[in-house]
């Protein structure tokens, strides 16, 4: 493996790390549920996303082809990640999760 | 019984096999049958659950569109991640933002996309289908996050779907 592709690997994985980890903090330091579900959505989208692209380098470069099922595992994240979201926020909204104070706006009714 | 055995969505049933085919290691008879099962199965369980398709959809918008997103995802969580890791507490808001878009396909593909986006999550849509409810985590005012949302992804969209 040249050592081009080494260090994108390791920076690509490096990178998607960090970003996963500050998913994570979020989750912790957000004041609400509302707001706590940015953090999962967004971040980690790319941090997964990040180290799917250094899986496909690694493998491209030791030589077993182009992996497209990390491409498809990324599809499928990208495609369910905005669901699971939209379902979260709904089940808070339908047993009424209190927001933090200064939230501008109501949920609705359910 | 006979549209039992049939294919209600023919492009549906050769995306998931050829889904399949790639997913599982080389394309073996098995495999092809698994994939013949699951291309007839899957279209016939979800049938109910699919909207009416579309008049007519411009699929070559559909690329420009898709690395608009990808783009916009990046940003986004560069954004996120700086909110999360700056000490100031965010503003968060429910917006409810007005929908021009009438078709159910054109609707949930927005609502993905508000979600993916700069600090937005979609939360519910209204059951007339005119208002999508949105949580923005870092929001200035209203109206900016509904113009941009309306620019940037409403617009392409509507493009696509009329």
Same mark, same amino acid.
């Given at each position: 493996m040249s050592p081009l592709a080494e260090y994108a690997i390791s920076a690509l994985l490096v990178f998607g790390g960090a970003f996963t980890l500050i998913g994570a903090i979020g989750l912790?330091?957000?004041?609400?549920?509302?707001?706590?579900?940015?953090g999962p959505t967004k971040a980690t989208t790319v941090g997964v996303g990040a180290i799917m692209l250094s899986s496909v380098i690694?493998?491209?470069?030791?030589?077993?082809?182009?992996?497209?099922?990390?491409?498809?595992i990324t599809v499928f994240l990208l495609m369910t990640a905005p669901v699971s979201a939209n379902m979260l926020a709904k089940a808070a909204m339908h047993i009424g999760v209190k927001t933090v104070e200064d939230t501008e706006g109501k949920p609705w009714e359910q | 019984m006979f549209d039992r055995l049939s294919f209600p969505q023919p492009? !549906?049933? #050769? %995306? /998931?096999?050829?889904?399949?085919?790639?997913?599982?290691? &080389?394309?073996?008879?098995?495999?092809? $049958? !698994?994939? #013949? %099962? /699951?291309?007839?199965?899957?279209?016939?369980?979800?049938? &109910?659950?699919?909207?009416?398709?579309? $008049?007519?959809?411009?699929?070559?918008?559909?690329?420009?569109?898709?690395?608009?997103?990808?783009?916009?995802?990046?940003?986004?969580?560069?954004s996120v991640a700086w909110l999360i890791l700056s000490p100031r507490n965010p503003r968060?808001?429910?917006?409810?933002?007005?929908l021009q878009l009438d078709h159910p396909l054109a609707i949930s593909i927005l609502a993905s996309t508000?979600?993916?986006?700069p600090g937005t999550v979609s939360a519910d849509?209204?059951?007339?289908?005119?208002?999508?409810?949105?949580?923005?985590?870092?929001?200035?005012?209203?109206?900016e996050v509904?113009?941009?949302?309306?620019?940037?992804?409403?617009?392409?969209?509507?493009?696509?779907?009329?």
């Open positions: 912790a330091r957000l004041p609400d549920f509302y707001t706590r579900l940015h690694y493998f491209s470069a030791i030589g077993e082809g182009v992996g497209i099922s990390e491409v498809l | 492009w !549906l049933s #050769l %995306i /998931l096999f050829l889904i399949w085919q790639i997913l599982s290691d &080389g394309v073996s008879g098995g495999s092809v $049958a !698994l994939g #013949l %099962i /699951l291309a007839w199965l899957i279209p016939q369980i979800t049938h &109910g659950f699919w909207p009416e398709r579309p $008049a007519f959809v411009k699929v070559w918008r559909m690329p420009a569109y898709i690395l608009r997103v990808l783009k916009d995802i990046v940003i986004a969580s560069f968060p808001a429910f917006i409810s933002y007005p508000i979600s993916l986006t849509v209204s059951d007339d289908n005119k208002t999508l409810l949105i949580h923005a985590l870092d929001a200035t005012s209203d109206q509904i113009d941009t949302i309306y620019n940037s992804y409403e617009k392409p969209l509507m493009e696509m779907f009329q």
